[in-house]
């Protein structure tokens, strides 16, 4: 019986001995596709930071590290109000728009995962099909449009079309956050006396915050980012936000590429996003409804 | 505290399936009602549709006298536990506690006060501050209990409110609710799968089966006059052992050999119009070896040879599963429509073995025949074709 046994046992155990030996080096082969993407991503931005620090005389020194630190290109930018002023703008439209979409979008898409009304899935449907639009085919129509109802130029006009691109992608978010929140604990707090006010602001919310937040990032980004609509309805620096900005620099002469410029610029109007994620990384932090059901 | 009372209450969904069909029953003021039936029976929809979380089709539902069918669940003032104790999880143990108050408006010091209460007879004091994600399963079921209590509600509505929990804490919990609900004198509907929570809770059970009612009683009725196949199979564990069967001449003819009723029995028969198949049940706790019964009582019932099969020593009790003659082929397919109708398949107890529960004194050894008495009197008889109980 031993004897028959004890090859099985050692089989087995060559098995296991074996099996670490994998995960290294999977864990290698890994780590080397990671360092490249890593690298891959970050070189351009890395470029970026070091054009945005070198002194205007060699900008075109060919080197990727500074030779001669300074701040030139972001005191330049910042004299004047030819950057400031449009940054100005994109804060201002990048938060309007984006509490205005995520305080919709919530209940919105708590309706769409709690309730069953008709038309819900054509509303679903439609909402997706606008997020898919290409928004060149519109910039035309909305120009003429912002135009004649005075509009045009203005942060309401930048602000509308950021809502109607970015609800249906916040909606959607939201709403699979909602879908994991346990029906139970809204049952509950029915039979507690809430009403159905009371439930969405006491209960649902504050559990859909990590979504909230989520997607805030998400719709603000849109909005900060966006380069067409913002080119596009925008004429003077009323309106213009950072991005579009950036392409009316002009050079020390109008010959020379205000290269230093537009990278400081672009350094500076990344720096809104690193703080978001980091303000808001600690949020979407998964598991804040563990304990409402047994786990 | 009030009496709650359903009249022809039916829950129709827009498909037309009914999930609870014409149910009637008065719950009178304070008393601890269990609603039990498997999975699917409509216990849970009944329930809901007291809380008012689902709305009734038909039929009037009243609490303390008053028709409440229209009513939301906040103005029904009744408090509801969950299965999934469904804890705010972002609100620690205190505000758990408090939030029902809270949304009543109710002073700050007042809800303070109860919630202390609460705590300290739910021994949750020391936890209120903390996160429901940081407590044990039995602490969680207790806040859920706690946030139901503080509200001196009308009714508690429990939802299997045991069923996440492992087998020795609901033990415990369970005595914690008897104790809880006989100290609070609420109106309880309790709603759970478990027969034996049933029995051990329940001042009286409903036995559901697919929306519809099939008994009300006291646990002991449920067990003694079982009103049907159905809820003599679901009561008791483990569960009564069914046999076809035919009455002749004041004497009972089945596979186990022929058995002479007692007369009183044969009387209540005649004048129940008992037809002659008949389906035989007879609870474990009903056999003994024949050897520990003595006197008077050993003339009550019949004696048979058996073979057990299998022995299961529990220490209070030898459970003797052992094989039972097959009954004729015309009778077989009657016998598996009843263990389909009572939900028990193939267990132990149904088909070709009977289960029987023993004196640990008993000598009787795996595969060796001995002598089997079981009590006539306690034979119940059940229409072969309705399963209605017979001779009741």
């Not at chain 2, 309880?188 to 009683?217: C, F, N």
Request: charged share 20%.
């Amino acid at each position: 019986m031993t004897a028959v046994a004890a090859p099985t046992v050692k089989r087995a155990a060559r098995v296991r001995t074996a099996a670490p030996q994998m995960p290294a080096r999977r864990k290698a082969s890994w780590a080397t596709v990671n360092v490249i993407t890593v690298a891959w991503t970050l070189f351009p931005i890395w470029w970026l930071v070091a054009l945005a620090f070198k002194d205007p005389t060699t900008l075109t020194d060919g080197s990727f590290w500074p030779n001669k630190w300074s701040w030139t290109n972001f005191s330049g930018i910042f004299h004047g109000s030819a950057f400031v002023r449009p940054l100005i703008n994109s804060i201002g439209i990048g938060v309007i728009s984006t509490v205005i979409s995520v305080v919709l979008a919530t209940m919105a898409a708590y309706a769409v995962a709690r309730l069953n009304f008709p038309g819900k899935g054509l509303l679903i449907g439609v909402s997706l099909m606008i997020a898919m639009f290409p928004a060149i085919s519109l910039v035309n129509p909305m120009f003429n449009i912002e135009r004649a109802i005075g509009l045009f130029n203005t942060w309401p006009g930048l602000i509308i079309p950021y809502l109607a691109f970015s609800l249906p992608l916040a909606i959607y978010t939201l709403s699979a956050f909602f879908r994991e929140i346990p029906w139970d604990l809204e049952k509950a707090a029915k039979v507690d006396g809430a009403s159905q006010r009371q439930i969405f602001m006491t209960v649902i919310a504050p559990l859909a915050l990590p979504g909230i937040a989520t997607t805030s990032i998400l719709v603000f980004m849109f909005c900060w980012n966006d380069f067409i609509f913002a080119i596009s309805l925008t004429s003077t620096n009323d309106a213009r936000t950072a991005p579009a900005a950036m392409g009316f620099f002009t050079g020390v002469s109008q010959f020379t590429f205000p290269i230093g410029s537009i990278a400081a610029a672009a350094v500076i109007i990344t720096i809104p996003i690193v703080i978001f994620v980091v303000i808001f990384q600690r949020r979407i932090v998964a598991g804040m409804t563990s304990g409402a059901v047994k786990g | 505290m009030a009496t709650i009372s359903l009249e022809h209450v039916t829950k129709r969904y827009p498909d037309g399936t009914e999930a609870v069909r014409d149910l009637n029953l008065d719950i009178s003021d304070g008393e601890f009602i269990v609603f039990v039936g498997p999975s699917g029976c409509g216990k849970s929809t009944a329930l809901n549709m007291i809380a008012g979380l689902e709305d009734i089709s038909s039929g009037d539902l009243r609490i303390g006298g008053k028709v409440v069918n229209q009513l939301t669940p906040k103005d029904r003032d009744i408090a509801m536990v969950f299965q999934t104790y469904a804890l705010y999880p972002h609100m620690t143990v205190r505000q758990n506690m408090a939030f029902p108050l809270k949304i009543a408006k109710v002073p700050q010091d007042e809800i303070n006060r109860r919630v202390t209460e609460a705590a300290e007879l739910l021994e949750l004091t020391e936890h209120l501050d903390r996160k429901p994600a940081n407590l044990s399963g039995g602490q969680r079921q207790r806040v859920a209990m706690g946030r139901a209590i503080v509200r001196n509600p009308q009714a508690f509505l429990m939802d299997e409110p045991l069923s996440n929990l492992d087998a020795k804490l609901r033990g415990q919990m369970r005595t914690s609710i008897a104790r809880l609900q006989q100290r609070l004198k609420v109106t309880t509907v309790y709603v759970t799968h478990d027969q034996t929570e049933a029995m051990t809770l329940g001042d009286r059970i409903m036995v559901l089966r697919l929306g519809v009612m099939q008994q009300v009683g006291t646990p002991q009725e449920l067990y003694d006059y079982p009103a049907n196949l159905f809820v003599a199979g679901f009561i008791g564990s483990p569960s009564m052992n069914f046999m076809p069967g035919q009455l002749a001449d004041g004497g009972l003819k089945w596979p186990l050999g022929d058995v002479s009723l007692p007369a009183e029995v044969v009387r209540r028969l005649e004048e129940d119009k008992a037809p002659r198949d008949v389906i035989v049940g007879i609870r474990p706790e009903n056999f003994e070896d024949a050897e520990l019964v003595e006197g008077a009582k050993r003339d009550q019932g019949s004696i048979m040879s058996v073979k057990p099969e299998v022995l299961e020593s529990l220490g209070s009790d030898v459970l003797a599963y052992f094989p039972v003659p097959r009954p004729e082929a015309s009778q077989v397919a009657e016998l598996e429509r009843v263990a389909a109708e009572v939900g028990t398949g193939d267990a132990p107890g149904s088909g070709s073995t009977f289960v029987a529960r023993l004196s640990p004194a008993t000598r009787a050894r795996v595969a060796n025949s001995f002598d089997l008495w079981f009590d006539t009197h306690k034979l119940h008889l059940f229409d072969a074709h309705t399963g209605r109980a017979l001779g009741r």
